[in-house]
């Protein structure tokens, strides 16, 4: 399919697309505009469906089936009140005065089922060796009907006794998995609407500096907030067939200000150089998406793919969060050949309105053009270099240790839980917020034979003290065919997982086996297990998908063998290099202290497969833009060292401003006070800065350089590919025209 209208230049679908997009302006945007009211109407519309639970795997998430059938109240939440004073002992009536009063307030909320206090039963466990600190047992039913968040209630009344009782020395907080988790979910969502802000903030000031006029910078970010809009409209209508994790709003977040930013302004620098090299509108809107619009469509593409294969994880979770950032991917492609081409029709050069004159320009050419002639003029060492420091970088994620921190250094200091698992973790154990569940299934498990394995079940663990941690709980449910022992767990997570370990695979089989009936074990730390279990064994298959694909995209795109090839290994470096930096600063603790966080000595287990799932898709971006402009170049002049150089110095601003904005997007995300989120921010942080300095401005112009005409090497037997991009064409303009000698077709402002 070819179209003449350029002086025979063929013409890509996508700029097809956008010239029918440029000349059909008003329609166009109408058309984006009802879209977007079409995607709050399904927002508003649609409530969103979400997974219950966390999208367990193996062992723990069939007990915990059991556990939501059988059990139709579930199992209620335990709490534990923690009561502190430097001077007082829990005997002092004033001490037992405050408890009192509190548990009384507590047992007054219709979601408080029991309260455990020691001035009730005496129980020595919940007192700690120094007799200052006092530990009570709130249980919470899961299923009462109350006004708001069941922990609300709970929460307030803590708060308010704390602060009652603040200037008389005493110490009071609260920490289980309902009060935490929605402590935590509104510090999240407060995050979010700062990153939000941040992100969109610094978009702007990013933009006028890389273009110096403000109209230009504002349309990066109506595209990327119109996609973030329309693709949470579609995501909600998806959601009422394929209930979607809770999070996914957050991903359509975070994807949808890097890529929409991003693509957009390659596209709009690109048209930009094409109308000051004297090429008119719609020839430059043309231009701008037969070259640099094509190495977007690809770069998105393969953001898809990259994300399409998590599907292979077959976990709910993983394939909910990746089809939120899918939905978005596409919609801004969509846009950038339809919404961004009509507008730039419409503005013509209006588009340099509100020009900032005093700014320069943010494009870097100066110090990358500097940098890629050093680099050029010894490729060897400085690719040698470049490729030791990435690897020496990567090393300590040869130690990663995948999991889920617990205890105190879960959280960051900003959570008040924080308070109350350093108490348990000092006197009692952090353990008690994460037990283990035993569940059971029987025809009828109140016969002599199950019971006796609870009892022999229980006299093995209370042998073990250190290990195991009291009250310990049987609860049987209403028709008798089902039961659940509760047993609190050490909170050293290494002795926890051994627990569970040692009660899957020795004292379950032992005591249960021997009345015929099979025992589970579930629980938060046995659901860590099996879910890391689950990914250590769907990771060859995510990896192998994506890096195939990412192969086939590239060798259609370049038609070469060696450019693919090449473009993985380093891409892999750069993902390597950014688990590496997650090892030193979370495993580690280099430096998280500026974070509010302390080093938890584990990477949590969802993060490198998502992150590699997502940085190979978006470090695509850059090569795929700068290795258009050097393909261009070398179609014409077949001259590689020459195209190299060009290619780099022409893409050096645009990839220099979308990289800010993608750190900068990413390092909100850091700023955060969520443990999980500052390591996802500063992943993906590390990585985009590493592939856009490093190795745009030395592995891969150095890398080039060595391997010259080897570069666009392709079998015989591949001729049969389809091409994407033509030797007549497309044109060159300004910077890249002279360097290769290149003559430049002027067209007139049609």
């Known amino acids: ?140 039913d ?24 603040e200037a008389d020395g005493y110490t009071i907080a609260v920490v289980g998995s309902l009060t935490t988790n929605r402590e935590v979910g509104e510090m999240v969502d407060e995050d979010f609407g700062r990153i939000l802000v941040i992100s969109l903030s610094l978009g702007l000031i990013i933009m006028v500096l890389a273009f110096r006029a403000v109209v230009a910078a504002v349309i990066p970010l109506t595209l990327a907030v119109g996609a973030i809009v329309t693709a949470t409209g579609i995501a909600a209508v998806i959601s009422q067939a394929y209930a979607l994790n809770g999070q996914y709003t957050e991903m359509i977040l975070l994807m949808g200000l890097a890529v929409g930013m991003d693509y957009s302004l390659f596209i709009v620098s690109r048209y930009r150089n094409e109308r000051q090299a004297g090429r008119g509108k719609l020839d430059a809107i043309t231009v701008a998406s037969n070259t640099t619009g094509r190495a977007v469509f690809y770069a998105g593409i393969t953001v898809v793919v990259s994300l399409t294969g998590l599907a292979l994880t077959d976990h709910p979770v993983f394939i909910s969060l990746a089809l939120g950032a ?26 340099n ?8 320009r943010m494009r870097g050419n100066g110090i990358w053009g500097a940098v890629t002639d050093k680099v050029m003029a010894r490729p060897l060492l400085f690719a040698a270099i470049a490729g030791v420091g990435l690897i020496a970088v990567a090393v300590p994620a040869a130690s990663i240790n995948l999991g889920f921190p617990s205890g105190s250094k879960a959280f960051n200091d900003a959570v008040s839980a924080k308070h109350a698992l350093r108490l348990l973790e000092d006197h009692f154990s952090s353990g008690l917020t994460d037990p283990a569940f035993v569940v059971v299934e029987a025809d009828d498990v109140t016969t002599a034979e199950v019971q006796g394995a609870v009892a022999a079940l229980l006299e093995r663990v209370a042998a073990d003290p250190a290990t195991y941690y009291e009250p310990f709980r049987t609860v049987v449910n209403p028709d008798g065919d089902a039961l659940y022992v509760r047993l609190g767990l050490s909170g050293d997570v290494d002795a926890a997982e051994a627990a569970v370990r040692e009660l899957r695979d020795e004292i379950v089989p032992s005591t249960f086996g021997a009345a015929g009936v099979d025992g589970l074990v579930t629980g938060a730390v046995a659901g860590n297990m099996d879910f890391r279990e689950h990914m250590y064994a769907r ?15 590239l060798l259609v795109m370049f038609r070469s063998v060696v450019i693919p090839v090449k473009s993985i290994i380093l891409n892999l470096l750069s993902v390597g ?42 470090s695509m971006d850059y090569h795929m833009l700068l290795l258009s402009r050097v393909k261009e170049s070398y179609d014409v002049s077949h001259d590689n060292s020459a195209s190299v150089s060009a290619g780099v110095k022409l893409t050096a601003g645009q990839i220099t401003s979308a990289a800010a904005i993608m750190v900068g997007v990413f390092s909100a995300f850091a700023l955060g006070r969520d443990v999980g989120l500052q390591q996802f921010g500063v992943g993906l942080g590390v990585s985009v800065l590493i592939d856009a300095t490093v190795v745009r401005s030395v592995l891969l112009p150095a890398t080039m350089k060595l391997l010259g005409d080897w570069n666009w090497y392709l079998p015989r037997w591949l001729e049969w590919l389809p091409k994407v991009t033509s030797a007549d064409g497309p044109p060159e303009s300004g910077a890249a025209a002279d360097s290769a000698g290149i003559t430049v077709p002027q067209g007139g402002d049609r």
């Open 142 to 165: 899961r299923e009462i009907e109350v006004d708001g968040h069941r922990a609300d209630a709970v929460l307030d009344a803590v708060a308010e006794a704390r602060e009652a009782n």
């Open 539 to 553: 990771a060859p298959l995510v990896f192998g998908f994506v890096l195939g694909l990412a192969f086939l995209l």
């Open 353 to 360: 309105r509100l020009h900032v004159p005093i700014l320069s």
């Open 326 to 351: 899918i939905l978005v991917v596409l919609v801004t492609i969509v846009a950038s050949f339809t919404y961004i081409p009509a507008v730039l029709s419409i503005l013509g050069d209006n588009i």
């Open 577 to 618: 290099a950014a688990y590496g930096v997650l090892v030193a600063v979370f495993q580690w603790g280099w430096g998280l202290s500026l974070l509010g966080s302390e080093p938890s000595g584990v990477i949590v287990s969802w993060l490198p497969l998502f992150l590699f799932a997502i940085l190979f898709g978006l």
């Open 1 to 140: 399919m070819v179209d003449a209208t350029m002086s025979g230049t063929k013409l890509t679908l996508t700029a097809k697309i956008a010239r029918w997009s440029a000349k059909r302006r008003w329609w166009v945007l109408a058309g984006t505009l009802l879209t977007l009211a079409a995607g709050i109407a399904m927002s508003a519309v649609f409530e969103p469906q979400l997974q219950d639970g966390d999208g367990g795997v193996g062992d723990s998430k069939t007990a915990a089936d059991v556990l939501d059938e059988k059990f139709p109240r579930g199992t209620p939440s335990s709490e534990n009140l923690l009561f502190s004073h430097p001077d007082l002992s829990v005997d002092d009536p004033a001490y037992q005065a405050t408890v009192e009063a509190l548990v009384a307030r507590l047992r007054e909320l219709p979601q408080v089922t029991t309260v455990e206090s020691f001035y009730e039963n005496g129980d020595p466990s919940r007192v700690s060796a120094d007799r200052r600190v006092l530990r009570v047992s709130v249980f919470i």
